[in-house]
C-alpha cells in the first residue's frame, strides 16, 4: 500500500514538472520570437542605413568640388544604373 502511495506522489511530481517545463517551453517560444522580431527590425534598419549612406556618399561625390572625374563618373554611373533598375520595376509593374 506505502509502494503505491508513492508512486502517486511520484507521478504527480512528474505530472508538476511536465507542466512547468511545458510552460517553460512556451515562455521561450515567446521569446525567442520576440527576438527573431527585433534581429529583423534592426536588420531592416541596417539595410536602410547603409542605402543612405551611400546616397550621401554619391550626393557627395556630386557636390564635393575636391571630388576627382573618376569619383563623379562612378556616382553618375551609379545613378544612372539605379534609373534603370527603377524603369525595368515600373515596366514590370505595367505588364
Known amino acids: 500500500m506505502e509502494s503505491l502511495r508513492t508512486l502517486e506522489r ?5 505530472l508538476t514538472q511536465y507542466l512547468d517545463l511545458q510552460q517553460q517551453v512556451l515562455d ?3 521569446e ?3 527576438q527573431r ?3 529583423m527590425r534592426t536588420h531592416a534598419e541596417l539595410v536602410q542605413l547603409k542605402l543612405d549612406y551611400q546616397h550621401l556618399e554619391t550626393a557627395h561625390a556630386l ?6 572625374d573618376e569619383q563623379r ?8 544604373n539605379l534609373i ?3 524603369d ?3 515596366d514590370a509593374l505595367k505588364q
Open 10 to 14: 511520484n507521478i504527480e511530481m512528474l
Open 28 to 30: 521561450l517560444q515567446n
Open 32 to 34: 525567442n520570437e520576440s
Open 37 to 39: 522580431e527585433e534581429i
Open 63 to 68: 557636390l564635393a568640388e575636391q571630388t576627382d
Open 73 to 80: 563618373i562612378h556616382a553618375r554611373q551609379r545613378i544612372t
Open 84 to 86: 534603370a533598375q527603377v
Open 88 to 90: 525595368r520595376a515600373l
